[in-house]
């Protein structure tokens, strides 16, 4: 069953879609957050696709627009920033926790891109269960600075906004932009996790974000990081996505079996 859905976020309004899984019993969510100039479709109807795959297997899925993005009112180049995407993520975590069909014990966050990064900053709150990073930016100013061009990204750095395009989408980016993304760290959040699992999921030929940056943090936090390189995928994972949505299934599964386990539970 899908419902439209809407919650406050910022002073805006967010909204979305909500996938409820079959059954009385209170079942595990999952929140879906876009990329940059992306939306809560995502390219190639990612996430309609995945929300459809996980339904199947007993998971509510909760997608919608970042404020500003998609078919939000609210002005892109104001409202697109990773602090305010992180605002958004903790508001979505109040709106699925007041239902009483999700059971709290599993709400996970599952991010593409630049929506990986802000949930994996995100997912140090203790009512999240897991995390998982498709393609995520882990090396912020690296990875955006690749994605602007050292022109606009000189232009930022002097305080002026930039209109470009990424993909086929034509975006603005103001300043703040980039002083935020200057106050964040991803390895900082993780080492907040004490001991919360994470998965980040990578393809070997994406163009956007270099690969060795997961390797990189996920050997580092080796414990309860995991690694799931597709060879071949792109940064969306065309031709790929059976393969991302077994690994990302897999991981939360076996993240309610070992929660369960741990809490005395029956698996």
Excluded at 50 to 69: C, L, P
Excluded at 145 to 153: D, H, K, V, Y
Excluded at 197 to 219: C, K, M, W, Y
Aim: proline residues 3%.
């Amino acid at each position: 069953m899908i419902k439209q859905i809407h919650f406050k976020s910022r002073g805006s309004d967010v909204w979305g879609f909500a996938h409820f899984a079959n059954g009385m019993q209170p079942k595990p969510a999952i929140i879906m957050c876009h990329g940059f100039t992306g939306d809560l479709v995502e390219s190639g109807r990612l996430f309609v696709e995945f929300a459809q795959k996980a339904n199947h297997e007993g998971y509510h899925v909760f997608r919608y627009d970042f404020v500003g993005s998609g078919s939000s009112p609210e002005d892109f180049a104001e409202n697109t920033f990773l602090g305010g995407w992180i605002k958004d993520i903790q508001n979505a975590i109040d709106f699925v926790c007041k239902h009483k069909s999700v059971d709290k014990s599993y709400v996970y966050l599952v991010g593409l891109s630049f929506g990986g990064a802000a949930s994996l900053l995100a997912g140090k709150s203790k009512r999240v269960a897991a995390v998982v990073g498709w393609s995520p930016v882990i090396r912020l100013e690296e990875t955006f600075r690749g994605i602007f061009g050292l022109a606009n990204w000189q232009l930022l750095e002097s305080g002026k906004e930039i209109a470009d395009c990424y993909g086929d989408t034509a975006y603005r980016a103001n300043p703040h932009f980039l002083t935020d993304l200057r106050q964040h760290d991803i390895p900082k959040a993780i080492e907040q996790y004490d001991g919360k699992p994470f998965l980040i999921v990578q393809g070997t030929e994406d163009s956007v974000v270099n690969p060795a940056h997961a390797q990189n943090l996920v050997r580092d936090f080796r414990t309860t990081g995991s690694l799931q390189m597709i060879e071949g995928a792109d940064h969306v994972f065309n031709f790929k996505r059976n393969l991302l949505y077994t690994a990302t299934l897999k991981f939360l599964k076996n993240v309610q079996k070992s929660k369960s386990t741990n809490d005395g539970g029956i698996v």
